[in-house]
Antibody, heavy 124, light 108 residues
Framework: EVQLVESGGGLVKSGGSLRLSCAVS????????MSWVRQAPGKGLEWVSF????????HYEDSVKGRFTISRDNARKSVFLQMNTLRAEDTAVYYC?????????????????WGQGLLVTVSS | SYVLTQPPSMSVAPGQTARIDCGGN??????VHWYQQKPGQAPVLVVY???DRPSGISERFSGSNFGNMATLTISRVEAGDEAGYYC???????????FGGGTKLTVL
């Protein structure tokens, strides 16, 4: 069974840092690109960051560039999101999501599995 | 930046057909994916690459994509289909994933 389990969320003050982790099981992490997606309370989905299978390709949403860093450790079956200089507008549920492994698609592949979500609250 | 536009809400009676639009410039040239999200739950992929369905998704869910509009069609709507629905693409110009604003579907 495919599982993605996020951890590391919580309450932090504006300007602070958090490191989110996504532990995966039930599939070979090195075969899939991964992303982080967030959802502010009562709002829609917002993509945050993408990382390819071997970390060769990394992309960020403009609002987090320079503040957030995505990484992965395929041997440890984990994906990470280091979040620095946090702002109130970063308050959201953060999801770790797996990109479907498709032969002709990389970043454009859909998210076929999601974690349960992790609340990050930034207090001003 | 690339923008996907969805109606914020729509309602449909049980047994009828729901069509949820997702507008974007030349979206017909992109791979469009659709997600269903119920309150308090993670999103679930229901249609990908315009019209393919993941295993386990009902054949009542289908999609189309042409020109400047992609559409998710839900046939024979059931009470359990009440949820938020999001379209999504990858924008090659800006190297980012783009989600539509979401459509809340109410089953009357």
């Amino acid at each position: 069974e495919v599982q993605l389990v996020e951890s590391g969320g919580g309450l932090v003050k504006s300007g602070g840092s958090l490191r989110l982790s996504c532990a995966v099981s039930g599939f070979t992490l090195s075969s899939h690109s991964m992303s982080w997606v967030r959802q502010a309370p009562g709002k829609g989905l917002e993509w945050v960051s993408f990382i390819s299978t071997s970390s060769s390709y990394i992309h960020y949403e403009d609002s987090v560039k320079g503040r957030f860093t995505i990484s992965r450790d395929n041997a440890r079956k984990s994906v990470f999101l280091q979040m620095n200089t946090l702002r109130a507008e970063d308050t959201a549920v953060y999801y770790c999501a797996r990109h479907m492994s498709l032969p002709t698609q990389l970043e454009s592949a859909p998210f076929d599995y999601w974690g349960q979500g992790l609340l990050v609250t930034v207090s001003s | 930046s690339y923008v996907l536009t969805q109606p914020p809400s729509m309602s449909v009676a049980p047994g009828q057909t729901a069509r949820i639009d997702c507008g974007g410039n030349d979206i017909g040239t992109k791979s469009v994916h659709w997600y269903q999200q119920k309150p308090g739950q993670a999103p679930v992929l229901v249609v990908y690459d315009h019209s393919d369905r993941p295993s386990g998704i009902s054949e009542r869910f289908s999609g189309s994509n042409f020109g400047n509009m992609a559409t998710l069609t839900i046939s024979r709507v059931e009470a359990g289909d009440e949820a938020g629905y999001y379209c999504q693409v990858w924008d090659t110009r800006s190297d980012r994933v783009v989600f539509g604003g979401g459509t809340k579907l109410t089953v009357l």
